[in-house]
DNA sequence: ATTACTACCTGACAGC
DNA sequence: TGCTGTCAGGTAGTAA
């Protein structure tokens, strides 16, 4: 569910409520989900009594960061980190996995499909832990945004799903940038022309501010860390809209299946 | 190197 | 009212 731009929602609210927090206490309401990421409660539990010193993201990673050892998560399709505070609360779901009891509130890892994932690292090795990652949309300069994507023979939907090479769009912000630079998501990497990468750089860039500065999508499940959605769907362009007119030409968008996720576009504006 | 398929999970929705 | 199939902001692993 969360790219980008959910996850930095995220991230900023936490930033601002939870940065300096203690680490209270540690609940699990799954012990077969912890598992599943060979985690024990046991191990989580050495984090209590520690300081949250700040939050880190990379792509749709994101990282509770503590004296020694990083919380490291990922949302999958449907996972969401709601905030119960004095200023809001939740009512519990059953799909709540666990919870971080903070002395400033309750952060608590909800995931419907639970194909988030949960990972406890210890600092010195966080950064070879995301290098698995690809430089961060946000962050790549050009130069970087270029060498990243040229000479890749994949089609350029499956190289910006593909985390390694870019880290940080997903299914619907990658749609949403072919569509704006009216480039085919069947288009090959290596086949792309200097200006279609320097036009892809930047429409990349002002789509990621603006749907962060609209607190990201929400198209069935998220919902940011008080249980509010996202307004940047009023602005997609042709996510989930195959079948209705082309916002440019009329033409009826089509889809279609790359790298076994569902692709909408114009097959008359995107060359 | 690239591509396809499967698995992991649950829920919503369409069609019969 | 069911039942069945399809689809969903993701990624990892395995096989051709």
Redesign the pocket.
């Known amino acids: ?3 980008l731009p ?1 996850v930095e929602t995220i991230k900023r609210d936490l930033e601002k409520s939870l940065s300096g927090a203690i680490l209270k206490k540690i609940i699990s309401y799954n012990a ?2 912890l598992e ?1 990421n060979n985690l024990s409660l046991q191990e989580l539990r050495f984090l209590e009594g520690e300081t949250l010193k700040s939050l880190l993201r990379k ?3 994101l990282a509770l960061i503590f004296t020694e050892q990083a919380l490291v998560l ?5 996972g969401a980190l709601i905030l119960n505070s004095e200023n809001s609360s939740s009512i519990f779901s ?2 709540d996995l666990f919870a971080l009891i903070f002395d400033r509130g309750t952060l608590i890892f909800r995931d ?4 988030g ?1 949960v990972f406890l690292i210890a600092m010195d090795k966080l950064s070879t832990f995301l290098n ?2 690809g430089i961060d949309a946000l962050e790549i300069t050009f130069e970087e945004f270029k060498k990243s994507l040229q ?5 350029i939907k ?2 910006f ?4 090479i870019i ?1 940080g ?7 949403e940038l072919l569509f704006r630079t009216k480039i085919s998501p069947f288009r ?3 086949e792309l022309s200097e200006e279609e990468l320097l036009r892809l750089y930047q429409e990349m860039q002002s789509l990621l501010a603006e749907a962060i500065a609209l607190r ?8 940011d860390s008080e249980g509010k ?2 307004r940047f ?1 009023e602005r997609h362009l042709v ?2 809209k ?1 079948g209705t007119p082309c916002p440019f030409c009329q033409t009826t968008l089509k ?1 279609t ?6 692709t ?1 576009y114009c097959p008359n504006c995107q060359k």
Do not use: C, W
Request: without cysteine; aromatic residues 8%; charged residues 30%.
């Open positions: 569910m969360p790219e959910e077969r989900f599943k792509g749709k990673f990922h949302l999958g399709l449907t059953s799909h419907t499909r639970k194909f994932k698995r990652l000479g890749q023979r994949g089609r499956e190289l799903l593909n985390q390694r880290a769009l997903g299914n619907i912000y990658t749609d090959r990497g290596i990201g999508s929400s198209i069935r499940d998220y919902v959605k996202g769907q996510y989930g195959a889809r299946i790359i790298a076994q996720r569902g909408t």
